[in-house]
Every structure is written in structure tokens, then in C-alpha cells.
């Protein structure tokens, strides 16, 4: 079992910077490929980024890539995400995931995927 608690969300402006992290703890997330996702309000939760176990393959949705990065240190049990130039359109409740199948070799995108999820932390970026 896998418990993530995510942190780092709150209200911005129009091309501001925030840093998410999501802190896991009952087992080291060194045997997971990572997510991270979103979720507005009437839409569905989509996927935003993901990083494999060792962090060495990483995969962005087209609607943040140049913008976010997604990192993980396992050695603190710890996933980011760096998020720059923020728009309206990223303002959502972001969720950090881990993947329902430990040492699995695919990083995938789907819900379906990932067994395990924070509680989400808000993200609002006003214009």
C-alpha cells in the first residue's frame, strides 16, 4: 500500500510558478512509474505528467509540455511537479498517483492505471 499526500497548491497569477510535491509513505515509490493529474471542475480528471521508477523517462500531456516538469527523488519518497508560466486554463484540483502495478516497464497515461491517489491539492490561477 501506497499513501501520498500532496502539498504546494494555492492562487496565482497569470504566468506565475508553483511547485507541487507529493509525499509518500508505506512503501518506497522507487517501485513505481509516478503521475501526476488534474481534474476542473465539470471535466474529468486528465493526466498531466508521468516519470518512470528512476526518473530517467519522463511524459508531459501536449497542454503543459515546455511549461511543466515532473521530478521524483526516491531517496525522499517525493514526486514534483514544477509548473511555470501558469494559465486560467491550468487552474484544477492536481492529483499525484502511483501506478497499480509495481516495477511495471510501461509508463502509462490512463486513470485506469493507477491504483494509488493523493487526496489533490487546489490550483488556481487567476487572470
Known amino acids: 500500500q501506497v499513501q501520498l499526500v500532496e502539498s504546494g497548491g494555492g492562487l496565482v497569477q497569470t504566468g506565475d510558478s508553483l511547485r507541487l510535491s507529493c509525499a509518500a509513505s508505506?512503501?518506497?515509490?522507487?517501485?513505481?512509474?509516478m503521475g501526476w493529474f488534474r481534474q476542473a471542475p465539470g471535466k474529468e480528471r486528465e493526466f498531466v505528467a508521468a516519470?518512470?521508477?528512476?526518473?530517467?523517462?519522463?511524459y508531459y500531456s501536449d497542454s503543459v509540455k515546455g511549461r511543466f516538469t515532473i521530478s521524483r527523488d526516491n531517496a525522499k519518497n517525493t514526486v514534483y511537479l514544477q509548473m511555470n508560466s501558469l494559465k486560467p486554463e491550468d487552474t484544477a484540483v492536481y492529483y499525484c498517483?502511483?501506478?497499480?502495478?509495481?516495477?511495471?516497464?510501461?509508463?502509462?497515461?490512463?486513470?485506469?492505471?493507477?491504483?494509488?491517489w493523493g487526496q489533490g491539492t487546489q490550483v488556481t490561477v487567476s487572470s
Open positions: 516519470i518512470s521508477r528512476g526518473g530517467y523517462k519522463t
Open positions: 508505506g512503501r518506497t515509490i522507487s517501485d513505481y512509474n
Open positions: 498517483a502511483a501506478d497499480s502495478t509495481p516495477y511495471r516497464i510501461a509508463v502509462l497515461r490512463s486513470t485506469q492505471d493507477y491504483g494509488y
